[in-house]
């Protein structure tokens, strides 16, 4: 099946065609600066005519079966991949306060294929949606039951379809049943998030109500007293000036001023006293996270890296995994360096815990899940 991936951002819109028979990318591209001005496009309807003009050739050889949609929050209604009609559509959409940033995006991203392809289906993947299967000692918040009844206050969790794909190769390359497996999988890019895999779905999450929660990612804080931005209103700052602060400037880039790994171990290396701190933090609270989480799945079957930092930075890895004697983990000096596309293993032979690298591919796992659902439903 030929399928067009769609990943809208606020002013910005990804998109891959794959072949799911033969997992070829067909072509894929980026349109940016959406509604900026400046001569980029107005608004997700004017971007898609110019991802179908860049698209024409392809399309004539080889028209598209469907469109999947990487749809970031799907509240507690979605556990699983779903096709679009009308009333999805708006029930996407009333989850815009759940997700401001992402949420409208991905609506005006369906608006705009079906205004341009009406009879084309589509499929909306959802972010939260590996993340269903949450106890609710995990999900819940220690705050009264009238804000999660009210708001929807709970925790949802993200990267759900990097997770579930990610664990499904893992307990491949270790030759488990996936229904068997246990994980702690690291998901390290410029967002970071960490799950805790049981059986093979998903038991507890780094991320929360949002993808703010948890680990310390490129420019966001992860987990802080809620109280510092309770002093910080006090202090006179904004609701947005306070949000900006730790989506944006905190992490990585708020305690090294970058948040290019590569950048940091480069300094670091160097002795620039900053990396090395940011090194440090982003790595003990992650260890911290996977001690926590190889105790929550009865003991991980694997340590599961992902994402431009767990699959491309050895070093950092290895600043993680050198945290982790506690639990018996080794990395394989050699191994670890090695660079390839494909799945790994990357600890000791005598590690307790095999170290595994995995590469995601999120586009693949939508267009996989695509093809499923409009295969079902025809
Ligand atoms: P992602 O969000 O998955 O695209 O990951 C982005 C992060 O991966 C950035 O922090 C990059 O610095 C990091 N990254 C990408 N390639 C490398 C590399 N070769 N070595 C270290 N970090 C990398």
Redesign the pocket.
């Given at each position: 099946m030929r399928v067009l991936v769609i990943n809208s951002g606020s002013s910005s819109l990804k998109y891959q065609v794959r072949d799911t028979d033969t997992n070829e990318v067909a072509a894929s591209g980026l349109i940016d600066r959406i509604g900026e001005g400046a001569g980029g496009p107005a608004d997700h309807g004017e971007a898609m005519d110019l991802v179908a003009a860049a698209l024409e050739g392809e399309l004539v050889q080889k028209p598209l079966d469907a469109v999947g949609h990487r749809v970031v929050h799907g509240g507690e209604r979605f556990s699983e991949p779903v096709r679009i009609n009308n009333e999805i559509t708006r029930a996407i959409e009333r989850l815009n306060p759940l997700a401001p940033l992402h949420n409208p995006a991905n609506v005006l991203g369906i608006r705009a294929i079906t205004a341009k392809w009406p009879d084309m289906p589509q499929v909306a993947v959802f972010d939260t949606a590996f993340h269903r299967t949450l106890p609710e000692h995990a999900w819940r918040y220690a705050v009264p039951d009238s804000l999660y009844r009210q708001y929807g206050i709970r925790r949802y969790g993200f990267h759900g379809t990097s997770h579930e794909f990610v664990t499904g190769r893992a307990a491949e390359l270790m030759g488990v049943p996936l229904t068997d497996f246990n994980a702690v999988v690291a998901h390290l890019?410029?967002?970071v998030s960490l799950t805790a895999i049981q059986g093979g779905a998903s038991v507890d999450t780094s991320m929360g109500f949002t993808p703010l929660e948890g680990l310390v990612m490129?420019t966001r804080s992860g987990d802080i007293d809620p109280s510092i931005l309770i002093f910080l209103q006090r202090q006179g700052m904004s609701a947005d000036e306070i949000d900006t602060l730790l989506n944006r400037e905190s992490g990585l880039k708020g305690l090294f001023g970058d948040?290019?790994?590569?950048a940091i171990?480069d300094a670091a290396a160097a002795g620039n006293s900053k990396a090395r701190v940011a090194l440090d933090i982003a790595s003990y609270r992650l260890a911290k996270y996977i001690g926590g989480y190889h105790v929550a799945v009865g003991g991980a079957h694997a340590l599961v890296f992902t994402?431009?930092?767990g699959e491309?930075?050895a070093d950092f890895r290895a600043l993680v995994a050198s945290r982790l004697g506690a639990l018996g983990v080794k990395l394989d000096g050699e191994a670890n360096l090695v660079r390839s596309g494909g799945p790994r293993v990357v600890s000791a032979p005598d590690s307790a815990i095999p170290v595994l690298v995995v590469p995601t591919d999120e586009e693949q796992a939508i267009a996989e899940a695509t093809a499923a659902v409009v295969q079902r439903s025809a």
């Open positions: 890019g410029n967002g490129g948040n290019d790994m590569r171990v994402a431009g930092i491309n930075s």
